[in-house]
């Protein structure tokens, strides 16, 4: 309450009364003396209790704590698997990006102990996947040799491959960006092997990427190189066909080839346990190609047919800041889709389609599993592990999610095109973006919805759409 001078007054320490201002400063400034020295006191006595090693409390000595088990293999599969399970379900985030730098730093610092047992043997068979998925290959790689861990043939195969080739595609994409210092580099990743998939491959994908708006115009923005991963045979096959040669007149194109004891492995397609990360190791080397270029990166699948101006609206993206480009997919029946476009478009010259006149012949021609990824009550056959979702819309359309990024901008490694995927599936991320009505972005022998994440996570509108044979 106020003084009669209007000045302050404070109640004292022990109740009694009131002091004017002057008088309760004095008083607090003798409390704070004596309890600064009471503090220098009881901080001394905590000094001398710990060097004698007693208890703060009792006066006993104070037991050690128990040392921290270093990581085991089969700690280390269990910790990987479960960051990946929260990766899936939040996201890249910025505590997934710090439990992966620390898991990296225990593995090279020599942290990880190896036992030999029966149980760390079976921890191995996932806990390989669980780190590629990751981006921890170097680090797999360091611990195979340090323990001489038993991988499974295959695994060791491609991953000595791998290894190899990862570092040379790398130095070629250094040397290429070396050659155009000063340009914008747009990488293409494909990976195809096989007479029946390399002829669609020829047929079918490449002949779309050659519309006006995918190829040429992304030329016009910068250098274009075509980075295709198959085997002797596949590169062969390419260089005989007329539409090779015409690609020539857009992009360059580096070939990296796969040895026949690789081949001979896929050939056995789904028998093999875990075929797609296999496959996915091989689909890398584009990766560290863009990596050295410092390019921008495009991973459309080779059984796709892109919309006429999706590769360029893709590419325009980045001019606004945006990382990461992802796309719908509707699965077509390969048994009637195919000659579909064979009947509107021959054997010959690009195939120039709009993404809303590709989506409505895919849909005309669905798979299965297209229909099995729609969200709707009356769906009877919706699927168990949807990759993808589709709702219907007032007039027929759906709106997709997309898991993988079609483009990723700036590059800069395996590790960084995977997180701005995960970033981009959560809907979340300010530099992912999902296309609005007008944007032109489709792709699928397959087709193309246009379709990338927003700032604000919003869901497409529209019927535009990227289609996938089977």
Sequence with gaps: ????LGGPRHRDSQGCGWLSDNAANSANEGRQGRWSVLALVEKLIRQIRSLLGLNQDRGEPIEAAAPTPPPSLGSLASDT???????VNDGCTLEVERRVKELRRLILRDAVVYEGTEAEHQALDWLWVSMLRLGLFSELLHLVRRFDLPLRPEVKTFSE???RQYE??????EAYRARHPDEDIFTMGCIVWGAEYVGNFLKYNLRSMLSPGNVPALRTQGRLVMSIVTDADGERRMREHPVFHELARYA?????LIPPELIGILRQGHLVQHFYILYGMLDHCSIYFAQGARSHLFMIPVDAIVADGSLNNMANYRRLGYE????????????????????RFGDEGAILISTEDLATLAVEHAHHYFRSQVLA???VDFGKHPRELFWPVEGGGRDPLRVHPSAVHQCLGPREVQSKALRQRRLRHDSAHVLEPGDDQGHGPATGLREQLHRRGTTLRDDRWTVHRR
């Design 1 to 4: 309450m106020p003084d009669a």
């Design 81 to 87: 698997d479960a960051l990946i399970k929260i990766e």
């Design 161 to 163: 491959f791998c290894e």
């Design 168 to 173: 040379e595609n790398r130095r070629r994409g």
């Design 252 to 256: 360059d194109v580096e070939f990296t």
């Design 324 to 343: 990461c480009c992802g796309g719908g997919n509707i699965v077509a029946e390969t048994e009637t889709f195919l000659p579909a476009l064979d009947s």
């Design 377 to 379: 009550s009356e769906n």
